[in-house]
């Protein structure tokens, strides 16, 4: 049997109606760039997630850049975690920023805010933290910790579309959460697409300017924005999949228990610590001889990821950072031991337990 690490078929195919009439307005309006399915989309996404506002824009990374800009911390630096997509350090690189790294918890692998707290100082103008493979990291740390010492808060929330924290939505913690709508993600497009989400009326005026070019609408640039729309052909799937989010949620939950109970007693396997409010974009494993593991699963058919295969202080993009290899040992080892399982809407319950059974085989032999 073969299982791919991620399918879109099912949930591209429960949507076909949906996304078909929308598609067919926007022809039929001939309206290609920031039109009425963009506007519907933002008002809808808005209010699904609890917000006052949402931007659409052209990428999670533009997202983050975005919002680091809007809020003035340019030129300054701003502490992320180690363990992430390493387009968290290329949006703060984009806004001009210096990224600094703080290591994770070793339990559930999201940024450590006491790490972050401790790697601090006068030039910190932001945190970036990461609510990881769709589990909201503590942000009640992060934001008590922002008020305390006046920095901003910027949420990457670009693997957890439809998660809250203890009941609250992201942008109640801060004044700005980036999500990415990757082809992979929860909530998705089929090409690159992000959207800001905000409470703040002034932030999204200035972010829905700066994310055409600093133009108000009209020809004249106002301020030095860049270009980064989101196309209206991706708000028409985009409105198609919203409505869905909850129960894909659901299903990939339901999956992920799965998982669990299949190998939380294998002894080579280790459980990445999540609750009640991940929305399970990635199952992770840590895994004894993970790349062995990971062969021997790719020759059964079964295709894993790695998120992800080296931390960013070790990444050369992020050279200057001024840390070097020992100086996060927990996100430097997760590296080395991570390895992420099969995981979409739909996957079926047979498919999952073929995986379980190919990973229990391949440590008992
Ligand atoms: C945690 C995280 N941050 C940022 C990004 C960047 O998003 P995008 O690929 O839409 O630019 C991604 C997605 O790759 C991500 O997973």
Redesign the pocket.
């Known amino acids: 049997m073969s299982v791919p690490a991620v399918n879109l078929g099912p949930a591209l195919k429960e949507t076909r109606a949906a996304w078909q009439s929308r598609l067919a307005e926007m022809f039929a309006r001939s309206h290609f760039i920031l039109g009425e399915q963009v506007a519907a989309f933002e008002g809808e996404l808005a209010a699904a997630f609890q917000a006052r506002f949402a931007i659409g824009v052209g990428?999670?990374?533009?997202a983050?850049q975005l919002c680091l800009r809007e809020a003035g911390a340019s030129a300054r630096e701003v502490i992320t975690s180690a363990l992430?997509?390493s387009?968290?350090g290329i949006?703060i690189l984009a806004a001009g920023c210096l990224p600094r790294f703080a290591d994770v918890n070793p339990r559930t692998l999201e940024i450590d805010p006491e790490d972050a707290g401790n790697r601090m100082t006068r030039r910190t103008a932001a945190f970036v933290p990461?609510h990881?493979y769709g589990q909201p990291c503590a942000i009640d740390s992060f934001a008590r910790m922002a008020r305390a010492h006046r920095k901003l808060l910027v949420q990457?929330a670009?693997?957890a579309h439809g998660a809250q924290c203890g009941g609250k939505p992201f942008t109640e913690f801060s004044g700005w959460v980036a999500y990415?709508?990757?082809p992979t993600k929860n909530l998705f497009c089929l090409g690159?697409?992000?959207a800001i989400l905000t409470n703040r009326a002034s932030s999204a005026r200035r972010l829905r300017a700066l994310r055409d070019g600093g133009r108000r609408g009209g020809q004249i640039s106002y301020m030095a924005g860049v270009n980064s729309r989101l196309d209206e052909m991706h708000a028409c799937y985009l409105r198609a999949f919203l409505p869905r989010l909850n129960e894909w949620n659901e299903d990939r939950r339901r999956t992920a228990r799965l998982y669990d109970q299949g190998l939380k007693d294998c002894p080579a396997v280790g459980m990445v610590e999540r609750t009640e409010d991940s929305v399970c974009h990635l199952y992770v494993i840590r895994a004894h001889r993970r790349d062995r593991l990971r062969q021997h699963l790719a020759s059964q058919g079964i295709v894993t990821g790695v998120h992800y295969p080296a931390p960013l202080h070790l990444q050369p993009a992020f050279r200057d950072c001024g840390l070097r290899r020992g100086d996060l040992p927990h996100a430097e080892k997760a590296c080395r031991e991570i390895l992420s399982l099969p995981l979409w809407p739909r996957l079926p319950a047979t498919s999952a337990e073929e995986v379980i059974e190919r990973i229990r085989r391949f440590y008992r032999r």
Not at 59 to 62: A, C, E, I, R, V
Request: net charge negative; with cysteine.
């Open positions: 990428s999670g990374t533009d983050i992430t997509a387009f968290t949006g990461v990881l990457d670009c693997q990415s709508f990757y690159d697409g992000g």
